[in-house]
């Protein structure tokens, strides 16, 4: 059973950089079968996938176009788990953040959940 | 990218059965076989009940069924209980190589 922990601030300020970790347990980092996402829900309710890592050999990185300017997604196979980071925060940026693993072009387990909120 | 479009709400009684749709475009629902469907009860992460359009995960009852045709994909909900009183979002892979998700539903049992 997989299980994805996350851990991070819950209030970020505006123009910083918003810094999210996900830890994994029972599976890897490296597989070369699934991927590793980062997805928010506005406080409207609409989900947002922000990108993903994954190992095929090497490394890939993919961002959606709305945040890709800001933001990086690493995987660090020490540990077994990967970030988030979004630099250049707005309020708009509030959300809460999942980390998700994607298996069958499906997110098949998702961590708890963080309420980040971008104000001074 | 847009977001899928779904209806804000459905509801039904005990017993009925409910279809949400999901309406995306040739970019996404209409040239995947990619779509999932995910519920949400308040407070929790959302949960995986469909994958690659009609397939079921392990544990999720066999009342949850999806189907699609064409840009749009639908959920149904047959024999609706009061425990299937969530929201539920649908996505779908796009040739962009990013995911959209839909805006959700809203499901109310009477």
């Known amino acids: 059973q997989v299980q994805l922990q996350q851990s991070g601030p819950g209030l970020v300020k505006p123009s910083q950089t918003l810094s999210l970790t996900c830890a994994i347990s029972?599976?890897?980092?490296?597989?070369?079968?699934?991927?590793w996402n980062w997805i928010r829900q506005s406080p409207s309710g609409g989900l947002e996938w922000l990108g993903r890592?994954?190992?095929?050999?090497?490394?890939?990185?993919e961002y959606a176009l709305s945040v890709k300017s800001r933001i990086t997604i690493n995987p660090d196979t020490s540990k077994n788990q990967f970030s988030l980071h979004l630099n250049s925060v707005t309020p708009g940026d509030t959300a809460v953040y999942y980390c998700?693993?994607?298996?069958?072009?499906?997110?098949?387990?998702w961590g708890q959940g963080i309420l980040v909120t971008v104000s001074s | 990218q847009s977001a899928l479009t779904q209806p804000p709400s459905v509801s039904g009684s005990p017993g009925q059965s409910v279809t949400i749709s999901c309406t995306g475009t040739s970019s996404d629902i209409g040239t995947y076989n990619r779509v999932s469907w995910y519920q949400q009860s308040p407070g929790t992460a959302p949960k995986l009940i469909i994958y690659e359009v009609t397939h079921r995960p392990s544990g999720v009852p066999d009342r949850f069924s999806g189907s699609k045709s064409g840009n749009t994909a639908s959920l149904t909900i047959s024999g609706l209980q009061a425990e299937d009183e969530a929201d539920y979002y649908c996505s779908s892979y796009s040739s962009s190589g990013s995911y959209l998700f839909a805006t959700g539903t809203k499901v109310t049992v009477l």
């Open positions: 890592t994954y190992y095929r050999s090497k490394w890939y990185n």
């Open positions: 998700a693993r994607n298996n069958n072009w499906s997110f098949d387990s």
């Open positions: 029972g599976d890897s980092v490296s597989s070369n079968s699934v991927t």
